[in-house]
């Protein structure tokens, strides 16, 4: 059995209140483990985004425990979020959420936690672009940008990357290029949990969790790997 990374525990969060009540996590129990490729589908609503925020430390937990190193970080006050968000975790948006302002270099270098700028400069030409670092986020196309997050993601070293629908807003063949670059990131040892509403991109994982309203209500085993190569959606 490999190493548990994270262990969340019961989790729960709500929105609203009175007729309006929403559960957005309802008692959600999830566990991490070492090198997992873990993918989290669900519909519109199930609570994915709600789930993988508040293991990146983004959101709040109403009730609940998310172990993390033998820490409860829901019991980290401000600053300990900070560095966690910093150190422990990387997160992919399905929007790439890069500084339009600021040129690409500059993006990833400024990933907190980078401590490197030749890295950053590897990092961009391992996802290929070196040639645009100093082009502007809004230069490039929708793959680029979501390549650009990715190098940004990596510059913080950390073991666990969290990828929220990150081919949501790209056409296929971006799409399978950001799902490679992911495999080969994994093939190198980093743990990945994705969440997507795509269930063909389930078949790169080693673990698929199914949620729905709030819950979860399967978990998988995949002992059918998929390379990305050939997840066609
Ligand atoms: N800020 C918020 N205020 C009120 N309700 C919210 C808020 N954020 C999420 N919700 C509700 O919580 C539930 C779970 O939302 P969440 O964003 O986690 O779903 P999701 O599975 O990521 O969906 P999608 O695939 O559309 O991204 C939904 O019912 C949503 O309406
Ligand atoms: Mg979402």
Redesign the pocket.
Known sequence: MEKLLIEAKNLI?T??EGEGL????NDVSINVYEHDFLVIL????????????MLGGIDKVEKGEIIVNGEDIVKYNDKQLTLYRRNTVGFVY?FFNLINDITVYQNVVLAPGSRDKERALALLDRVELKEKKDKFPRQLSGGQQQRVAIARALNKQSDILLC??PT?ALDDASGKAVLKLLEEIHNEGKTIVL???TREIAGMANRIIT?KN?RVVKEEQNDNIVKAEEVVW
């Open positions: 969060k929105y609203g929403t559960y957005a996590l669900g519909g519109s609503g199930s609570g994915k985004s709600t789930f993988l925020n399905q929220d629908e949501g969440v997507t509403h949620m709030g």
